[in-house]
C-alpha cells in the first residue's frame, strides 16, 4: 500500500473528485464557496496549498494546508468513507508533520457538541496535536451569509493563539480583527 500525497490545480482530472469529498465532508459554514477555492489554488503565490491524496492508485482524501511564517495551518482534512480506520489519516498527518519543521495548527469544533466531534479530537491528540482550551477561538464566516462558529484550536507546537487567530482571520478568512 503506497500513499501518495500532492497538490492539485482545478485543471486537475481528480479536482472534481475533490469536490465531491469537500461537499460531503463539510458543511457549507465550514467550506469556501468553490470559485474562491478554485481562485486560491490558481494563484501561485498563495500560501494554499490543496493535495489530493491517493492509495495506490485509488484517490482516497484530501488535505488542505496553509504556510504561514511561524506555523501550518491546516484547513480541510477528510478521507472517503471507505479508508476510514485504516491509519491513512495518521500517515497523512506524519507526511505533513515531516515536511515543515514548524507547530501545525488547525480548527476543530468543540469535542462536547457531538460524539464525532469527540472522536476527532482524540484522533488528533493520538497524533501529537495539543488542545489550546485557555484561547476562546471563533471561525469568521467564509461567505457574509454564514455564521461564525466558535472552534477549539489544537497545534502540534508551542504556538501564540491570539497570533495564529489574527493570522487565521487575516489570510484565511479576509477579515480584520
Do not use: C
Amino acid at each position: 500500500m503506497k500513499l501518495n500525497i500532492y497538490p492539485l490545480t482545478p485543471k486537475s482530472p481528480l479536482f472534481e473528485r475533490l469536490l465531491t469529498l469537500y461537499h460531503a465532508s463539510f458543511p457549507p459554514a465550514e467550506r469556501r464557496p468553490d470559485n474562491k477555492l478554485s481562485a486560491l489554488m490558481e494563484t501561485e503565490t498563495s500560501p494554499m496549498v490543496v493535495n489530493a491524496i491517493k492509495m495506490d492508485d485509488e484517490f482516497i482524501g484530501l488535505i488542505t494546508f496553509w504556510e504561514f511564517d511561524h506555523f501550518i495551518y491546516i484547513e480541510h482534512f477528510a478521507t472517503v468513507h471507505h479508508v476510514r480506520g485504516m491509519g491513512l489519516g495518521t500517515k497523512t498527518l506524519d507526511y505533513v508533520k515531516s515536511k515543515f519543521s514548524k507547530p501545525i495548527v488547525l480548527e476543530i469544533e468543540m469535542p462536547e457538541s457531538s460524539p464525532i466531534a469527540a472522536r476527532r479530537m482524540e484522533f488528533y491528540r493520538r497524533n501529537g496535536f495539543k488542545p489550546l482550551w485557555d484561547f476562546n477561538y471563533i471561525q469568521p464566516p467564509y461567505s457574509p451569509e454564514l455564521p461564525s462558529m466558535p472552534l477549539l484550536l489544537m497545534s502540534t507546537g508551542d504556538v501564540d493563539p491570539r497570533h495564529v487567530s489574527d493570522t487565521l482571520h487575516r489570510q484565511v478568512y479576509g477579515v480584520a480583527e
